[in-house]
């Protein structure tokens, strides 16, 4: 889109991935636009299929950057003062040596699974959290670290930008149930995945009931590690076939668009695994139930919100109607889910994370520029 203005981008938000692995990026999409109209932000970009999807979906200034000769050219070029970061891909350190700014890891997800607590923290600056459950989740698992010092909460901005676009189904009396199952995992520990488990058994019971309306959005990891997954997912997105094709007035929803806004703001419930999504819900304050991982050495916090949530078992995956009109219907556990919320992620009123993402950005830039001119003046 030709060259980019010298001189220009405070705000640099880097990103090592392929497109497999966008999904981290396409959340913040919607807060970064919003953000750059304040501050200007350039997305770095190491992989091209991921630069390519990125300048074509993003709405934000992208450099593709595939060499550390390409990290030097842009660090002469732009004066990046924070350098935010979605994950922990190992190639971030390429770009962590760079001193004279700060490095900032904001993650692409608030949850209690064990990718949340590691020490890896420890390599950026700050980091932005959800709330006071992510203080508490670091201060016990990460010995050695100043977690009041080095992080900022902000709630979950993208709850702003939720209604960004219209469902693809009509208004009527059906419950919308979004199932939004993680990936298989790569580890024993992390294997919360529900396809192969739960969900053709707990779909099936949404597809046949004429009250209920599916959105199935699996993740896009689905079934890369174990083909199992990847013939069950296939078997489900089969299934909504058939069952539009018996009911066209049912809609039910196989999701693969990029960003997930209106699926997690217009679903009557959400039925989730321990994932980002689990929480992301609990933003909203509707209800939610958890899949109970099938696989025993999956690790499962039980301390905060997984200690009193609505789980569903295996066992159980048959009786998710029942569940889902019990859960409706419960005044006491929509109260404590919002308890839960605030817990997780502060103030959730329209338009409070998103300020609360404004002031810890202005907070770090005025760190920043309190450090350079102290730095000036020590060398005078």
Not at 20 to 39: D, G, K, T
Not at 80 to 89: D, S
Not at 96 to 104: E, M, S
Not at 262 to 289: E, F, H, N
Request: proline share 5%; net charge negative; glycine share 6%.
């Amino acid at each position: 889109r030709g060259p980019l203005a010298e001189q220009r981008y405070v705000i640099g938000v880097y990103f090592a991935d392929s497109e497999v692995n966008l999904y981290q990026m396409r959340q913040w999409y919607a807060p970064l636009r919003e953000i750059s109209h304040r501050w200007p932000v350039l997305i770095l970009a190491r992989n091209a299929a991921g630069a390519e999807a990125l300048i074509r979906e993003s709405g934000l200034d992208v450099k593709f950057v595939p060499k550390v000769q390409s990290l030097e050219s842009v660090i002469q070029e732009q004066p990046l003062k924070l350098v935010l970061y979605v994950n922990q891909n190992t190639r971030n350190f390429q770009m962590l040596r760079y001193g004279q700014r700060f490095h900032v890891f904001i993650n692409h997800g608030e949850s209690d699974k064990m990718y949340m607590v590691t020490n890896q923290i420890k390599a950026y600056d700050y980091a932005l959290i959800a709330g006071k459950a992510a203080r508490e989740r670091l201060s016990a698992g990460v010995w050695n670290y100043d977690v009041a010092e080095r992080t900022l909460e902000i709630g979950r901005p993208q709850t702003d930008h939720l209604d960004a676009h219209e469902k693809p189904f009509p208004e009527d009396d059906r419950i919308v149930v979004l199932y939004a199952p993680t990936w298989e995992g790569d580890r024993p520990a992390a294997s919360y995945g529900s396809v192969l488990s739960h969900g053709e058994v707990l779909t099936s019971e949404i597809l046949n009931s004429p009250r209920h309306r599916l959105i199935y959005r699996p993740h896009p990891r689905t079934g890369l590690e174990n083909a199992l997954f990847g013939k069950a997912h296939e078997r489900i997105v089969g299934a909504i076939e058939q069952a539009n094709n018996r009911d066209p007035q049912a809609h039910h929803v196989y999701d693969v668009s990029p960003t997930i806004d209106w699926q997690l703001s217009q679903a009557d419930v959400a039925v989730c695994d321990i994932s980002a999504m689990v929480y992301d819900r609990l933003a909203t304050g509707k209800p939610v139930i958890v899949t109970r991982p099938a696989s025993q050495e999956a690790l499962v916090d039980e301390h905060g919100y997984l200690s009193v949530c609505e789980w569903l078992t295996v066992d159980s995956a048959q009786l998710v109607l029942y569940k889902i009109d019990r859960l409706l219907n419960d005044a006491d556990a929509k109260q404590e889910q919002a308890l839960w919320s605030t817990h997780y992620f502060g103030n959730t009123l329209p338009g409070e994370p998103s300020k609360r993402l404004n002031n810890a950005l202005n907070t770090l830039l005025e760190r920043w520029e309190q450090q350079a001119s102290q730095r000036g003046a020590d060398r005078h």
